[in-house]
């Protein structure tokens, strides 16, 4: 465990859905409002353009270079791996999947981190959407259970930022009793009075949702995030109608009473550390 | 592992599948029979007494989740589970077994008021999976069985869980958190259902049984990846065939269950349950980055 210093501004790895940004070029269109953005002016809002406000996709790396001080971290077991509980096989085996994941540096669909954010030691679970869609097995249960007991072992408070499409389908019942392993630590984290403040960014659905992005002391989401239990599509296969506009969208929860605020991202930090100054200090 | 149900015909599926039939598949089957016992017809067996409470205090009451105050071989219990209607009017009543939040609202709310009152929880999984419709979103289903799983860990009661039919994902887990978790022996439990998973690496619906067999949802299965601790035999060609048989040797497996669970202090079984559910999946490696 080596503490990690990253000089670099956060680069987007791009290609991976369309709400990414693209790297070619020193501008380009934003997907929202059409207006042409410069990649730089870009950076420094955070991914969001200026414009209308839009809130590009982020990576787990760039997500915590954005919150802990000076993007200084610590990462807590780099290299855990699935060892593929069902012996799963659909188009490929998933043994080649999170093979090909690891040539592009990535062992699992979260990176759990220590480190200061605005002089405060915290714990932060960033999970990367690109790993087979941010889903949940047996790799991020552990992860983030671990990082739970962390936070109670230390004092130290618990933010995990959510962007998946929910359980991994690839390791089964297995990924299901994950979120029951994260849910019971975050018993005992509520039990011991540590903060824990929950993000939840585009998109955070199933399984995920339904454990422990719904169970922070704070529930928070960025504008526009997709957020629900079942997917708009599966919905709409069900009840054979159009979802109506802005259905499971971070302001919809929010006037259903399902989230305590929506958050900018340029605000993110400064809303974090204020949250936990109110309750720490 | 073999068992009598393999060599039952299954139930004709609404979509043929192109594979011969596997045991998983055929177990499947066997856990939706349109005769299989539910929840109800296990609580008018195993039970006397049963007083139902119906609500979630909060927004309404919610059919595809039953439960109430009852007496299991003498002993008060607290009982709640997952509901299928057998007609078509029932069917439309439980939802088809699909809770909505009020569901799991309500079964959190009993099951609390058993823990205040020192009684044990027995719970019965039956459902195809969480409601995937408006209400139910607009309603937070994902905040509603996230507080279920959280707040089941925090009760100094036993708790033992019972996977009967249809163990459909999230929706089935909301009251999944036990000291003891049986599954009948051809009941599935699942991440999600195999239509859905073939739906997805297929394309094509239509190859479940495939995608049955891949998803390891068997009760063998389970047991070997350690995520149930016991098999509970059923009487002939599955529990359809003998109602009263089936719930007789799942009242005595419960009983058993009861019996062990009964000597824990509150705090001991809420170490025991956490302690069991902390060591599932242990399916990784650590090698150096
Ligand atoms: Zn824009």
């Known amino acids: ?281 | 592992m073999s068992s009598n149900a393999e060599s039952e015909q299954p139930a004709q599926s609404a979509t043929p599948a192109p594979e011969p039939p596997n045991p998983a598949w055929q177990r499947v089957q066997l856990a939706r029979h349109p005769k299989r016992p539910h929840t109800l017809d296990y609580i008018q067996r195993m039970f006397t007494g049963f007083s139902e409470i119906a609500g979630d205090r909060a927004f309404g009451e919610d059919a595809a989740i039953v439960g109430g105050m009852a007496y299991f071989r003498g002993r008060p219990v607290m009982v709640v589970g997952q509901q299928k209607g057998r007609d078509t009017k029932q069917k439309l009543l439980r939802n088809f077994g699909m809770p909505k939040p009020e569901g799991y609202r309500k079964a959190l709310r009993l099951m609390r008021l058993a823990a205040k009152f020192g009684r044990p929880i027995i719970t019965m999984l039956d459902t195809p999976g969480a409601y995937p419709g408006i209400d139910a979103e607009e309603r937070g289903q994902a905040e509603a069985i996230a507080l279920n799983l959280r707040e089941m860990s925090r009760l100094g009661v036993p708790i033992i869980v019972i996977v009967i039919g249809e163990g459909g994902s999230g929706g089935a887990l909301a009251l999944g958190v036990g000291n003891r978790v049986l599954i009948l022996q051809n009941a599935v439990y699942s991440v999600i259902s195999p239509e859905s998973c073939a739906a997805i690496i297929y394309r094509d619906a239509g190859k479940a049984a495939q995608a049955a067999a891949a998803l390891k949802i068997t009760a063998p299965d389970l047991l070997g990846l350690g995520l149930v601790d016991e098999i509970v035999n059923e009487p002939g060609e599955g529990a359809h065939t003998d109602y009263d048989e089936a719930a007789q040797w799942l009242g005595d497996a419960i009983a058993k269950a009861l019996d062990e669970l009964s000597a824990l202090a509150p705090k001991d079984l809420i170490d025991h349950r956490y302690d069991k559910f902390r060591k599932m999946g242990n399916f990784f490696v650590e090698a150096t980055a």
Not at chain 1, 54 to 62: G, L
Not at chain 1, 66 to 76: K, V
Not at chain 1, 96 to 125: F, H, T, W, Y
Request: neutral net charge; proline residues 5%; aromatic residues 8%.
């Open chain 1, 1 to 281: 465990m080596a503490w990690f210093t990253r000089k670099k501004p956060p680069t987007e790895a791009g290609g991976e859905g369309e709400r990414h940004v693209r790297t070619e070029g020193l501008w380009l269109k934003c997907e929202s409002c059409s207006q042409i953005v410069w990649r730089k002016t870009l950076e420094e809002n955070l991914q969001v353009c200026p414009q209308c406000g839009f809130h590009f996709r982020i990576d787990a790396a760039a997500r915590l270079q954005q919150l802990f001080d000076g993007g200084q971290f610590e990462i807590h077991e780099p290299g855990m791996a699935s060892t593929d509980p069902l012996n799963f096989v659909d188009a490929k085996p998933y043994k080649e999947r999170l093979a090909a994941m690891v040539k592009q540096g990535l062992r699992d669909a979260v990176i759990s981190a220590s480190g200061p954010l605005d002089g405060r030691p915290v714990n932060i679970c960033a999970l990367e959407l690109k790993f087979i869609g941010g889903s949940m097995g047996t790799v991020m249960g552990e992860k983030i259970t671990r990082a739970v007991e962390r936070s109670i072992e230390r004092r130290h408070p618990l933010i995990i930022v959510s962007a998946s499409g929910g359980a991994r389908m690839q390791e089964g019942a297995v990924s299901l009793m994950q979120l029951v392993k994260i849910s019971q630590a975050l018993m005992r984290l509520d039990e011991a009075q540590v903060p824990y403040i929950s993000v939840l960014t585009d998109p955070t659905t199933g399984g995920v949702t339904a454990s422990f992005a719904m169970l922070g002391d704070l529930n928070i989401a960025e504008p526009g995030a997709l957020i629900g239990f079942a997917g708009p599509r599966v919905i709409e296969q069900t009840i054979r109608q159009k979802l109506p506009e802005g259905f499971q969208r971070s302001e919809f929860l929010l006037k259903h009473g399902f989230l305590d605020a929506v958050v900018k991202r340029p605000d993110l930090k400064s809303y974090i550390s204020a949250s936990l100054k109110f309750f720490c200090d």
